[in-house]
């Protein structure tokens, strides 16, 4: 149970907010509240809390930077821990083996690797949220998955115990790993990465960049989650990936408005929630492009952004 007893066995050095509109702690900036949301900067602080957690049987749920939900307007009954550090923290490089703790935002991560002349994590360039998130959701760009160059993770379990799991284990495949299934909360992870030239990643990076603010709005004036839907598995191994996009483009969906909440206009597999949209407006307008995309071509489009509450 959460009382004052509990809130005073937190410590100091964490944030805590009471009743916290989950609407700040999201890239639609839409949803409800949550009872309790305590924000970690290290990973002491997290384990000293998740400790707590099970002591108290406490429910909670642990997120990054907020990059890839989309959280009720119900709100979330449970507390949140935000797990995500607004920093440049260190990484370990023991020759070419790069340990990164869970809560460093993915971009800095991708700056610090190629400052080290290694490589080549360029592909991952500007993608928002934390490594924690990005390996959760195996994210990437350009046919390229941050699952391909992770050796192991070490994860602490909901009974508070630490292991380390290895990549083979992880079950890695488009947009997915063992950690949708799971509970365990990554703490590090270890990529191994081949020198690289660092002057070569520079340009490279500069280059995705420029792609992505060209094709993506800038989610922090524009609240969006990136890509609704995942793109669509070939049918055999001849075929490739296809971008859900294009099927969306065709069926429609650019037009496609709720509420305050609307596709963008240069990426029809994005939706911007314009202020005064709720969770709701966007949930509505991804389920008619769905639809959509359903009637047009008989392929049911599968939801990249993760739910949280009840829709
Ligand atoms: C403009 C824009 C562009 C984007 N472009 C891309 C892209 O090109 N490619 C791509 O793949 N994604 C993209 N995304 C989506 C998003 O940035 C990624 O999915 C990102 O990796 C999510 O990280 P996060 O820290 O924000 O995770 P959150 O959204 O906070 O959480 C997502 C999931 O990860 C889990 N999680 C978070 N931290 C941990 C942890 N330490 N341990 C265990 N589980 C954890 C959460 O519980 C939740 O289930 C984009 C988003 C935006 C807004």
């Avoid at 993608?127 to 160059?149: E, K, M, R, S, Y």
């Avoid at 790993?177 to 070569?200: E, H, Q, T």
């Avoid at 969906?253 to 597999?269: L, P, R, S």
């Amino acid at each position: 149970m959460i009382d004052d007893n509990f809130l005073e066995m937190l410590p100091k050095s964490i944030k805590i907010t009471k009743n916290a509109s989950m609407s700040n702690y999201n890239s639609f900036k839409v949803g409800g509240s949550c009872p309790l949301l305590i924000e970690c900067y290290d990973q002491i602080d997290l384990l000293f809390v998740l400790k707590l957690f099970v002591k108290n049987k406490i429910k909670n749920i642990v997120i990054g930077e907020g990059t890839n939900l989309l959280v009720s307007d119900n709100g979330i009954d449970c507390v949140v821990v935000k797990f995500c550090v607004p920093k440049k923290d260190r990484i370990k490089i023991v020759e070419n083996c790069i340990t990164v703790p869970a809560q460093l935002l993915l971009d800095d991560f991708v700056i610090q690797v190629i400052e080290n002349n290694l490589g080549d994590l360029t592909f991952l360039s500007g993608i928002p949220g934390t490594v924690g998130g990005a390996i959760a959701g195996n994210a990437g760009a350009f046919g390229q998955q941050i699952g391909d160059l992770l050796i192991d993770t070490e994860v602490i379990d909901r009974n508070g115990n630490i292991q380390k799991i290895i990549q083979k284990n992880l079950n890695f495949t488009y947009r997915s790993s063992y950690f949708k299934n799971n509970s365990d909360i990554i703490l590090n992870a270890s990529f191994k990465l081949n020198n690289f030239d660092k002057n070569k990643m520079i340009k490279k990076r500069d280059e995705i960049l420029n792609l992505r603010f060209n094709k993506h709005p800038n989610w922090k004036k524009e609240p969006c989650a990136g890509s609704i839907f995942r793109n669509i598995e070939p049918s055999s191994a001849a075929e490739k990936r296809q971008a859900a996009g294009w099927f969306l483009e065709q069926a429609g969906v650019k037009d496609f408005k709720e509420g305050k909440a609307f596709v963008y206009n240069k990426h029809a597999n994005i939706i911007i929630a314009n202020t005064g949209s709720t969770a709701s407006d966007v949930y509505k307008l991804s389920e008619r492009m769905k639809k959509a995309v359903l009637k047009k071509f008989n392929i049911e489009l599968i939801r990249e952004i993760q739910l949280l509450g009840s829709f």
